[in-house]
């Protein structure tokens, strides 16, 4: 594997866009969750990204593997429980007005995860392991697989990305702050929202998160803020990077998106720079279509999203 990533994936019910979700009466079926949309970001851009996790023994849950399987990850190491659903998200689609999110995900089988189902062979066979803040804030158990997979990932010197993913409807910026806290740093790429680097750093800045998480031993860190591009520095350099036009049709998943960007151009071992043009490259194309999947491009579509960019 090029990148292994684990957390839960919900099936999805998303209204049509423009709709208020109070009003809505017609809605789209796909499937939601942070690492899965980075794993198949990575696959359309050609490279081998395999997510696990558990998932509910319904038709959610099997839809999801489908969805993961068709788009080219390897989802060999997932398990299906038969005591336990699969989470759902069902929110509304705005480019601009606030969206309504409402889970249902207490209880869910992926919220059951414990170290134990980690496969130690599989974890060290990727050359980056991806991590989302959102798997830790479903549980302690949780947290304690994600906890144990960091030491296993840093015992056999695999690269770690942490994005914070930041939901502030699963627990409050104190315990945000004391597990993320504890779990991002030493990370070698950190892939953070502007407001969320603040909250799990204690910071009052960019520049300040940043050099938190780097005397921490962090390589690389990345602060994304949407509409107004990114900054990245490795504690020597900093670069920046404009985000690219682009008619917003569900702005939902754009982080995970350049996630995918950033990573895509770290395989392929580009200057930082490259790496944050392919991230808000996938982004902006990400956000042009309805849900967290049809906009992700595939690399001939980046390729020349990139040539009309320069």
């Known amino acids: 594997m090029d990148v292994v990533t684990f957390g839960e994936v919900m099936g999805l019910l998303v209204a049509e866009p423009g709709t208020p979700l109070r009003q809505a009466r017609n809605f789209r079926r796909d499937i939601a969750g942070a690492e899965a949309t980075v794993a198949i970001g990575l696959a359309r851009l ?10 509910g023994d319904d038709p959610f849950g099997h839809g999801a593997l489908d969805t993961l399987r068709a788009n080219g990850v390897d989802v060999s190491r997932a398990r ?18 606030p969206i309504s999110v409402q889970y249902h995900r207490a209880g869910s089988a992926a919220s059951r995860m ?3 189902d980690l496969d130690v062979e599989y974890l060290v066979s990727a050359r980056i392991l991806h991590l989302s803040g959102i798997t830790p804030a479903l549980s302690q158990s949780c947290v304690d697989t994600v906890r144990e997979a960091l030491c296993i990932a840093r015992e056999h010197d695999v690269t770690v990305s ?7 409807r699963l627990w409050s910026d104190e315990r945000a702050a004391a597990v993320l806290g504890e779990l991002v740093p030493g990370a070698e790429i950190v892939l953070a929202g502007a407001e969320e680097a603040l909250v799990i750093t204690g910071q009052t800045g960019r520049a300040d998160a940043a050099k938190w998480l780097l005397d921490r031993g962090t390589r690389v860190v990345v602060i994304k803020s949407g509409a107004a591009g990114a900054w990245a520095t490795d504690g020597v350099q900093e670069w920046t990077q404009s985000a690219l036009p682009a008619s917003v049709v569900d702005p939902v998943g754009a982080g995970d998106a350049f996630d995918a960007g950033f990573l895509s151009g770290t395989l392929d071992g580009l200057p930082i720079p490259d790496r944050l043009a392919r991230g808000a490259a996938v982004g902006a194309l990400a956000v042009q ?8 491009p595939y690399r001939t579509e980046l390729d020349l999203t990139l040539d009309v960019d320069r």
């Open 46 to 55: 050609g490279h081998r990204p395999g997510w696990f996790g558990l998932l």
């Open 80 to 97: 299906v429980s038969t005591s336990d659903p699969t989470g759902m998200l069902v929110r509304d689609a705005h480019a601009v007005r």
């Open 162 to 168: 942490f994005d914070p993913n930041l939901r502030r």
């Open 289 to 296: 279509s309805l849900g967290d999947l049809d906009g992700l």
């Open 114 to 116: 414990t170290p134990g």
